[in-house]
């Protein structure tokens, strides 16, 4: 990984969240086409994040969702 | 004559608060699965996570007038959810002064592909050293403030407001305790990843 690369991982999370300035977007995305290591870990990141939440999802109890309906004190 | 105006208008606000309080209780309801996917990720256990989430709907069905329509439902239940979480004890527990320093953003991917034998791999089979358990495994080591935030963000996806609102702490520290507590995550599947 070339020059700027440090600087590219500090900027990862602020550009895959959208909250980086245009200039800083713009600066990110040139670092990136020049830099095939950065942009490999940019990608993996963003597919990362979703994979921990796929990971992370356990469904509701059926159970638990009627003693929930039981609680109701209305209608 | 005169008296029957009033008594109109009192049968006619029973029955529209009636109206809102179904309402109200179907709504909530149908946010439950999103409400205990959280409290799932916050809590130790499906036991806690299911007790957790019965104790924030008996709370919120009791106080629903607290609620004011047209806000956000999902981040009012939320905000029961935590306080419940942290009205249990579990501040006792560690806190962020003393959690180690977290590696850099690149950690985790420099780590997971130097145990492939293949020269420079695709980002894809780098992920394939992960496995569903590691990230369960690997979430429930990151302390609680920083893991609040993350549950909330990244698995309950909502926004850096709406997890300010429903933790009471600025914007700005949710930001922070977001970006340390996705290094503090990928630093522990890091050491999941490669040591099994």
Known sequence: MGCGCDDCEKMMQPYLDGVLSEEQIREAQEHLEGCPGCDKRFRFEERLRHFVRVAADEPMPEELKVRLAGLRTAG | MSESAPTAAETRRIAEEARD???????????????????????????????????????????????????????????????????????????PEQTPLEEGDYYLYNRLESTIPDENPDEERVLEQLSQNAVVEALAEVPHDFRDVLVLVDIGEFSYAEAAQILDIPVGTVMSRLHRGRRILKQQLAEKAVVS
């Open chain 2, 21 to 95: 309080r179904v309402r109200f209780e179907e709504e909530a309801l149908q946010l439950s699965d999103q409400v205990y996917r959280v409290a799932r990720r916050l809590t130790g256990s499906r036991e806690e996570a299911e007790d957790l989430v019965q104790d924030t709907y008996a709370r919120a069905f009791r106080s629903w007038r607290q609620f004011q329509p047209g806000t956000n439902l999902r981040a009012w239940l939320l905000r029961i959810l935590t306080n419940l979480n942290i009205d249990r004890g579990r501040r006792v527990q560690r806190t």
